[in-house]
Each structure stands twice: as C-alpha cells, then as structure tokens.
C-alpha cells in the first residue's frame, strides 16, 4: 500500500498484537498470535507474521516486551512470565525489517506513555500501574518516559507476609486474585471481596507513592478495566495512611486498557522518528 506505515508489536505472556498506524495515528490493521514458550519458536512465528504484512511500507516500528531491557545492546533480559533471558530482540527484529528503523521499550512504560498524553499535560509526573497476570509499571515525566526508571518493575518489590519474603505481584496480582476466588476480577461483584483485595493493593502502593511521588497514577492492565470495582475501597484505605510528606494523588482509570501498549507504541515512535 502506497505511503509510510508504523508497525507496533505488543510481545505478551500468551498472545502478541500486531497493529498498523498511519503516521496521523489511524488504526488499520490489527492482528494477533499466540506466543511460543521458546524464543526460537516465537522468533519464526514473528517473522511469519510480518511477511504477511508485506503490502504496508513500514517506516518505524516498535517492539514492547515485559520485564528488563539493556537498552545499549537492545537485549531483553527477562520477560516477566516467559522464560526467555539475554535475547537480542532488537537485533533480531532489524533483520525481519531491513530498512525500518526498530525501537524497543518495556510494555508498562510505553501504555503508561499513551495513557499519559491523553491527559493532555494535566499532570507532570505520571505513576501508571498495570495489573494483570503480574504487576508492571512506569513513570511518565513531561509526557515522556522517565529515563530514571527505565527498568521500574514494581511487581518484583519483595514483603514479609506470613514469616516468608513474597513478591508484590504474588499478593496482588490478577492471576492471585483468580486463583484466591476461583474467578476473574469480570466475574467478582462482592464488595467483601474487593476490599480484602484493596489491602493487598495499599501494601505495594504505599512504598511506591513514596519512592515516586507522582501527580496522578493510572491504574490499567486487566484489573484496570474492572477499577470501578475498587477504586472507593483503594482510594479510603490509600487516604488512612496519608501523610503530608506523601499526600495520595488523584486514581485514574486508563482509558484505553487493553489497547494502551500499541498506542504507546506509536507514541514512542512519534517521539523518536
């Protein structure tokens, strides 16, 4: 197809998003595949895929991938929920898109990107907060991604509970939610329950509103989109241990939960053509 294209790439624990912009920021083309646990698996059926996006004449891409990323060698070094370590991803999409220049960034960051510019410079400094299997974030700092949180994994803050050290996202997390009721948070209305969940929630969040201290913070990601369900409860027990030194800031729900990552793709892009 006639003109310049931007591809964004949205590498998740079970599927991978394609999706096509126009530089204008129109949506046209969207697809998806499920992700193999082995790289070299993944790395074949990604390429497959990208073949068959041939009649676009992509300019810029962007992959977004969990968990750290060296950013100098373009190496991602964990991925969260996939048992991949050390793999050049960067390397390996430049030699699917000859002549397209690649980005690479952490999937919270750049959602909590997209998410942040819809705001429309209300806030300088942006906390987003994506809850879903695991528990990812980002800090947007005068609508772009905060360079000194690069590798902000908050989900991986380790407490003491019941006598043994377990990680945020292990008390907090979608997937616990799931497997402490038996259900997903689309299927759970009892008020009960959201607010033994809220606890959970607080005992991340006041470390980081401390560390942080943002503006605003976006809560998105699978729980995101059910936040109506708590955000009373999270927003009482946040206010019960206020401070002056870390007043609570204002609790958003993201407008685009499961499409932030893309969208942050192409933002990320903009920003960096």
Not at 131 to 159: C, H, K, L, R, Y
Request: a negative charge; proline letters at 5%.
């Amino acid at each position: 197809m006639e003109g310049e294209y931007y591809l964004a790439i949205d590498v998740g624990g079970t599927k991978t998003l394609f999706a096509v912009f126009t530089p204008e920021g129109d949506l046209v083309c969207q697809d998806r595949i499920q992700t193999a646990g082995s790289y070299d698996q993944f790395k074949g059926d990604l390429a497959q895929n990208i073949a068959k996006l041939t009649r676009f004449k992509f300019s810029h891409a962007c992959c977004a991938i969990p968990g750290r990323i060296d950013f100098e060698k373009g190496i991602g070094q964990d991925f969260g929920n996939l048992p991949w370590e050390d793999v050049p991803v960067l390397a390996d999409l430049q030699a699917m898109l000859p002549g397209v220049k690649v980005l690479l960034h952490n999937d919270a960051k750049l959602a909590g990107l997209s998410e942040t510019l819809l705001l429309d410079h209300k806030y300088n400094k942006v906390l987003y907060l994506t809850i879903s299997t695991g528990i990812g974030g980002g800090v947007i700092t005068d609508d772009a991604i905060d360079p000194d949180f690069a590798n902000f994994e908050p989900g991986q803050m380790v407490f003491e509970r019941d006598g043994k050290m377990t990680q945020w996202e292990d008390l907090a997390s979608g997937r616990t939610l799931k497997e402490k009721y038996g259900k997903p948070a689309s299927e759970i209305d009892d008020p009960a329950v959201w607010q033994e969940y809220v606890k959970s929630l607080v005992a991340g969040m006041e470390d980081v509103l401390a560390n942080v201290q943002p503006d605003a913070v976006i809560i998105g990601g699978g729980l995101g989109a059910h936040f109506e369900k708590f955000k009373d409860y999270l927003e009482r027990q946040l206010k019960d241990i206020d401070n002056p030194m870390v007043p609570t800031p204002p609790l958003l729900k993201a407008r685009r939960p499961e499409e932030a990552v893309i969208y942050g793709c192409y933002d990320y892009i903009q920003q960096n053509r």
